[in-house]
């Protein structure tokens, strides 16, 4: 795995647990202030042994680790939008 791929992956991870976050607002009480979050995933061991060696560098002396066991990511959707119908609008 690059650097790129695990950065991206990453980044990914994060947008996703944010948003899964804001949907369940109750997992806010399961992380500490000032906690640090990684994210082990189930089905890319690469990328949660990695994930660790980051956390462990990065932590601070006393610092809380919060670790996100994930067992995969679904696929990106390519769109929300229904059925969307597209008009011509010569007035505007």
């Not at 980044?11 to 109750?26: D, G, V």
């Not at 949660?48 to 990511?73: D, H, T």
Request: proline letters at 10%.
């Amino acid at each position: 795995m690059t650097e790129q791929e695990f950065f991206e992956k990453g980044l990914t991870l994060s947008f996703e647990f944010s948003r899964y976050a804001l949907a369940h607002p109750e997992i806010e009480d399961q992380i500490p202030k000032g906690a640090l979050v990684a994210f082990l995933l189930a089905d890319d061991p690469a990328f949660s042994e990695r994930s660790l060696a980051v956390a462990k560098r990065r932590r601070e002396e006393g610092q809380p680790v919060v670790l996100v066991k994930v067992e995969g990511l679904a696929p990106p959707l390519p769109s929300r939008l229904i059925n969307p119908q597209l008009e011509l609008s010569p007035t505007l």
